[in-house]
T-cell receptor
Framework: QKEVEQDPGPLSVPEGAIVSLNCTYS??????FMWYRQYSRKGPELLMY????GNKEDGRFTAQVDKSSKYISLFIRDSQPSDSATYLC?????????????FGKGTKLSVIP | DSGVTQTPKHLITATGQRVTLRCSPR?????VYWYQQSLDQGLQFLIQ???????AKGNILERFSAQQFPDLHSELNLSSLELGDSALYFC??????????????FGPGTRLLVL
C-alpha cells in the first residue's frame, strides 16, 4: 500500500462547477498537509497548507483534513478554465528537522469553458 | 515565479554519462530539497540539505549525490546514467525548518532525457 493514494483522473468539469479532489494516506505521523497545483512542464505551486485536522479557506479554495479517517480534500468553487492543471496532495511529518514531502501522484483536472 | 532557479532547463545525454543539475534557493532560505518526478512514480523526495549539511535522505540511488555550497546553491550529481533516470528533477527551498509552519517553494525543474 502506498503511503499516499490519489485518484489520477483525469477529471473534466464544466466552468463554474464545484470540484472535489481528495487523498487518503496511511502514515498517522503526517501532521502537515498541502495541496500543490502543477501546470504542464512547470514546477509545483503551493495552494493550501493545513496543520492537523480542520478546514482552511482561501478565496475559491477550501482544504479539509480529517486525521481520524486519514483523508484530505480540496474543494474548488466556481471553477475556471485557468484552474486546469494537475493537483498534487502532499504531506509531511517532522523528523530530525526535515519536512520532506510525500506526494500523491496527482489528479489531472480540466475545466471546460 | 517562486524565486527558486534551476539550470539547465533541459538536458539530453547518453547512458553511462554523468550530469550536474544546479539549484539556487530563494534569498534567505537555508534549506534545499531535491525531488524526482517520473510518470510512474510521481514526485519523490531524494535528499535535503540545510545550511551546507545533509539533513535527510529519501529514495536516492547510490549513483546520485548532492551538495550545498557556502553560498547556499546546491548541485545534484547523477552518474552512470540509465534510461530509467529520465525524469523531471525539482529542487525546492524553504524557510528554516523547525519554526512552526514550513512551506517549500519549487523551482521550474530540469528535464533530463537519457538516450
Amino acid at each position: 500500500q502506498k503511503e499516499v493514494e490519489q485518484d489520477p483522473g483525469p477529471l473534466s468539469v464544466p466552468e463554474g462547477a464545484i470540484v472535489s479532489l481528495n487523498c487518503t494516506y496511511s502514515n498517522s505521523a503526517f501532521q502537515y498537509f498541502m495541496w500543490y497545483r502543477q501546470y504542464s512542464r512547470k514546477g509545483p505551486e503551493l495552494l493550501m497548507y493545513t496543520y492537523s485536522s480542520g478546514n482552511k479557506e482561501d478565496g475559491r479554495f477550501t482544504a479539509q483534513v480529517d486525521k481520524s479517517s486519514k483523508y484530505i480534500s480540496l474543494f474548488i468553487r466556481d471553477s475556471q478554465p485557468s484552474d486546469s492543471a494537475t493537483y498534487l496532495c502532499a504531506m509531511s511529518q517532522v523528523g530530525a528537522g526535515s519536512y520532506q514531502l510525500t506526494f500523491g501522484k496527482g489528479t489531472k483536472l480540466s475545466v471546460i469553458p | 515565479d517562486s524565486g527558486v532557479t534551476q539550470t539547465p532547463k533541459h538536458l539530453i545525454t547518453a547512458t553511462g554519462q554523468r550530469v550536474t543539475l544546479r539549484c539556487s534557493p530563494r534569498s534567505g532560505d537555508l534549506s534545499v530539497y531535491w525531488y524526482q518526478q517520473s510518470l510512474d512514480q510521481g514526485l519523490q523526495f531524494l535528499i535535503q540539505y540545510y545550511n551546507g549539511e545533509e539533513r535527510a535522505k529519501g529514495n536516492i540511488l547510490e549513483r546520485f549525490s548532492a551538495q550545498q555550497f557556502p553560498d547556499l546553491h546546491s548541485e545534484l550529481n547523477l552518474s552512470s546514467l540509465e534510461l530509467g533516470d529520465s525524469a523531471l528533477y525539482f529542487c525546492a527551498s524553504s524557510v528554516v525548518p523547525g519554526r512552526g509552519q514550513e512551506t517549500q517553494y519549487f523551482g521550474p525543474g530540469t528535464r533530463l532525457l537519457v538516450l
